[in-house]
């Protein structure tokens, strides 16, 4: 099967007014359809900036990286949005929830902005609202649930476009451990539910290995797999 996405060399360097930081450095990976690889390494050692170069939140310094056996170097900004919108779903430590949003409004979000026919945003919604289990949390806003129900909205709005890829990052590490585990379940079964390709960030040595895959950073490289 094809590879959903790709990283050739990738380096990050963020340049600031004195000094620059070497966030990623020389980062080579392949990720497939329906494959889960998890993210680990210490605070700092480029997990989140990881993410969101595979998200096309933003570019690498040099290297490639390829998303849906696209190149995304050559992609204007316009495309980049369009790519990110339709085939990525992120979700994140703390949710990042619209308040005044609610529940199926904030799961329909996505399709919105992707410009997607009305009465498909709503059917898609709905669907999602009662595979989640959230159908009696529907017309609520964010601040009216607990942070597992929070976390579920955020997978819900991830699923919503039909990604190919979903880039979770520490997506348990504000909820306490039992509403961590139903949240990990949940987002594990989504390569083979939906087929997307998932990657997971995370502190969590359990989480991390029930990927198919364990990329280990260190001060913005991959270490050698153990
Ligand atoms: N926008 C930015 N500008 C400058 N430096 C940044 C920026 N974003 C991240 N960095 C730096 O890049 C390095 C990698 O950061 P990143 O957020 O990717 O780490 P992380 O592994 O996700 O850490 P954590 O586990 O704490 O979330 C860090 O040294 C960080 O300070
Ligand atoms: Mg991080």
Redesign the pocket.
Known sequence: MADILVFEGVT?R???AETA????EDVSFSARAGETVA?M????????????LAGAIDRPTSGRVLIDSRPTEAMRDAELTRLRRRRIGFVF?FFHLLPTLTVEENIALPLLLAGGPADDRGARARELVERLGLSARARHRPHQLSGGEQQRVAIGRALAPRPAIILA??PTGNLDSATGRSILDLLAALPKSDGVTLLL?T?DREAASRADRILH?KD?RLQPAD
């Open positions: 990050k963020y340049d600031g930081v070497m966030a990623l993210v390494g210490p605070s700092g050692c480029g997990k989140s900036t990881l993410l969101h430590q990052d520490e960030a502190h950073l913005g």
